[in-house]
Each structure stands twice: as C-alpha cells, then as structure tokens.
C-alpha cells in the first residue's frame, strides 16, 4: 500500500535559517505529492503540489521536487520566519480513478526571532 | 460560504453517547472526504463519498462508525457509542473531480471531539 514518512519534528530554528522537512514515500505507479500545512488553530491548506516526476512545486518561499530515483518530495524554504510556524504533513495521492490523501505524521516547525 | 465548513467547532461527550459531526463543501464539488487526525496517528483516511455514494468506507475503524451525504452537498459522520479512543480531530475536505483526477482537496477547521 501507499505510505508517506516525515522526518519526526519539532525542527527549531531561528530566523531566516535554512529549512529543510524530508518526506519519502512508498507508492505504486506515479502518485501526486503534496505538502499541506496546518497554522495554529486553522485547518490544513495545500501549500504545494507537484504531480510528475521532476516537477517543482513552489508557494510562499518554499519549494519541493518531486524525486522518482529516490521517492522523496523534500519542503526547502532559503529563509524561514516566525510565521511559517505550523505543522507541515507531507501527502500523496494514487494516479487513476479517485485515490484519497495519503498523510505523513506531520512534522512541527518552530521559528524563534 | 467560501470555504469547506464544519460544526460543532468542539464536542465534548461522555463514553457510551452518540455523536454527529456535520460537513458543508465547498458549493460545487462532488467528491467529499471525512479523515481523523489523531496525536501520535497522525491523519488517517475513513470515507470519500462521490455524489451521495461512497465507494470507499475502507477506513471506517469500526461499525460504530457511519456517514451520509444528501443532496450532493452536506455530509454527517455518526459515531455511536462513542469510545475514548474515539478522541481526535474530525476533518473533512471536499473537492471537484477533474479528468484525470488532478483535483485538489480542500479541508475544513476540522471538529474536535473529546470523549470522557
């Protein structure tokens, strides 16, 4: 079956460091992946996507890369700030038909000033 | 609304009650989903519904659980005699089927339930 694994959190930086959240999967075919975040008291929102091999997807300063020789859709963001404080889960989704959301545990990210 | 919503914001019930938690997608999208984000579980899928049918209940963790949907449009997930393990965030997210199925899914505040 499908899975997603994080890298266990909380990640603590200080501003304007570099971020960096790994995620791997295990999946059949090419699945779409996703990085979601949940901000304190909110709901979850897609914060990217990528749905092919090589693609990139980007938002709000942070990038991840689909890796097909690796399975890994590794979160990178050049400067974080104490507002990208949340909870980042890493998803994917099956290819064909419907396929629903398959989540990583979530990894916290703690930004201090 | 704009966004997926969903009510009661917060249960507290007590062991052995019944207990419905209601989603309303996003206007237009057919496909909706119920996942449970448990501390430590992290989020697990229960149930997608296409229309006012459910192809896949795979993820219901026991017969106490069930859902519906009428109209298309609002969903109710019931869990009867409510367990303490039953504990978690109840979120549902609701999305427009594309061709190809790149649609994206849409996720609600989400309902916490506390069972005592």
């Known amino acids: 079956g499908n899975s997603v694994t994080q890298m266990e959190g909380p990640v603590t930086l200080s501003e304007e460091a570099f971020l960096t959240i790994n995620c791997t999967y295990t999946?059949?075919?090419?699945?779409?992946l996703f990085w979601y975040v949940q901000y304190p008291g909110e709901g979850l929102q897609l914060l990217l996507k990528a749905t092919k091999a090589d693609d990139k997807g980007s938002n709000k300063g942070f990038e991840a890369t689909y890796r097909k020789e690796t399975t890994s859709f590794h979160l990178e963001k050049g400067s974080v700030q104490v507002s990208d404080s949340a909870v980042y889960f890493c998803a994917l989704r099956g290819k064909g038909g419907y396929s629903t959301l398959t989540f990583g545990k979530g990894t916290m990210l703690l930004v201090s000033p | 609304g704009a966004g997926v919503s969903q009510s009661p914001s917060n249960k507290v019930t007590e062991k052995g009650k019944d207990v419905e938690l209601r989603c309303d997608p996003i206007s237009g999208h057919t496909a909706l989903y119920w996942y449970r984000q448990s501390l430590g579980q992290g989020l697990e899928f229960l149930i997608y519904f296409q229309g006012n049918s459910a192809p896949d209940k795979s993820g219901l963790p026991s017969d106490r659980f069930s859902a519906e949907r009428t109209g298309g449009s609002v969903s109710t997930l019931t869990i009867q005699r409510t367990q303490q393990e039953d504990s978690a965030v109840y979120l549902c997210?609701?999305?427009?089927?594309?061709?190809?199925?790149?649609?994206?899914?849409?996720f609600g505040p989400g309902t916490r339930l506390t069972v005592l």
């Open positions: 999946a059949t075919g090419y699945p779409s």
């Open positions: 997210a609701s999305s427009i089927r594309l061709a190809g199925g790149t649609d994206t899914q849409y």
